[in-house]
């Protein structure tokens, strides 16, 4: 190889690591915008590699965000497994919310402490099988579903203080439990269920859920500030007599799988954000729809500029 060939290499090299550096700035400053920083984390450097808690490697990827007790409060980034070669995260002590996001690109993570804070949600499979893991703590959260099983046999793995369904790690939960917890999913997994959605039983004292002997029979989460959209998941619980969703802040339509619930006789949507045509019921069920200003149409009526600039864009 000549001497111009491997100055060519070299300065190809660069300019990799050079773009890579600048897509990880890029995803740094998609993550600032999901939290609400304290004063004293200065995150307003151009370079984020001179951020308080970012720590970057010889070619300025980074690879540690070490950011604990600056009660620091936001949705958890989602954009975190596009990084940040990154090895160590520790954003114990904090206010984050939300899900653990897809990790599965980060293939080099080797700490993952996120103990006290707001998670919540069920500990995805696409972060318990990153094999580079070896230091995890997941403690005083709000996660539920199974106990999380690593991949990584050496797993350091202390997981108390959640709303895990049961202590042994990769057993599934009751599939009632499943359910209720994908009617949750489709409302983000709000903290107020998380809490309060404990143990391997909906039917012992979980609060907004009513059963008779082992069945479902109720789903009452009227008033909670519920977001998000209402799940199909539903009409898995199969002996549902009342769905009441009534007063939150709910979108999307009625799925058309809660038809298919044999003793259901009431459904309450009222005083929400649905849309879309109301799903045939049987003459038994008494839909209650009220204080839905788009009930029956496609979506939200938009404003009249975006309604001409759509038909403009069509013509």
């Known amino acids: 190889m000549t001497s111009s060939h491997i100055f060519l290499l070299c300065l190809l090299l660069s300019l990799l690591n050079f773009a890579a550096s600048q897509d990880d700035a890029t995803i740094m400053q998609s993550i600032k915008s999901y939290l609400n920083l304290t004063s004293d984390v200065h995150w307003s450097d151009p370079d984020p590699c001179k951020w308080d808690g970012i720590i970057c490697g010889e070619s300025n990827r980074i690879i540690r965000i070490l950011l604990t007790g600056k009660d620091i409060v936001g949705t958890f980034p989602q954009d975190l497994g596009k990084l940040s070669d990154l090895v160590m995260v520790d954003l114990h002590g904090n206010g984050f919310t939300g899900l653990i996001p897809d990790l599965s690109g980060l293939q ?14 069920v500990v995805p499979p696409s972060f318990t099988g990153l094999k580079s893991l070896i230091d995890v703590n997941l403690n005083n959260n709000f996660f539920q579903g199974p106990t999380p099983l690593f991949e990584n046999s ?25 359910t ?17 959605w404990r143990g391997n039983d909906p039917c012992d004292s979980w609060p907004g859920i009513t059963c008779s002997g082992s069945d479902v029979t109720a789903v009452n989460l009227r008033r909670l500030e519920l977001t998000g959209t209402i799940s199909p998941s539903f009409a898995k619980l199969t002996s549902l007599e009342t769905i009441d969703l ?22 309450n949507v009222s005083i929400n954000n649905i849309n879309g045509a109301v799903p045939t019921f049987s003459a038994s069920v008494n839909v209650v729809t009220s204080g839905n200003a788009n009930i029956g149409k496609d979506g939200p009526v938009p404003h009249p500029l975006v309604e001409l600039l759509q038909k403009m864009n069509k013509d």
Do not use: Q, W
């Not at 993570?109 to 707001?118: C, G, Q, R, S």
């Not at 009534?246 to 459904?267: A, F, Y």
């Open 108 to 121: 080099n993570l080797v700490l993952f402490n996120v103990e006290h804070n707001k998670l919540t949600g």
């Open 154 to 178: 050496d797993v350091l793995d202390p997981v108390s203080g959640n709303s895990f369904c049961l202590d042994t790690p990769g057993t599934p939960c009751d599939p009632r439990v499943e």
């Open 180 to 196: 209720l917890l994908s009617i949750a999913e489709s409302f983000g997994y709000p903290v107020k269920l998380a809490t309060a």
């Open 246 to 267: 009534s007063n939150n802040n709910l979108t999307g339509s009625i799925p058309t799988e809660l038809t298919t619930l044999p003793m259901l006789r009431t459904l």
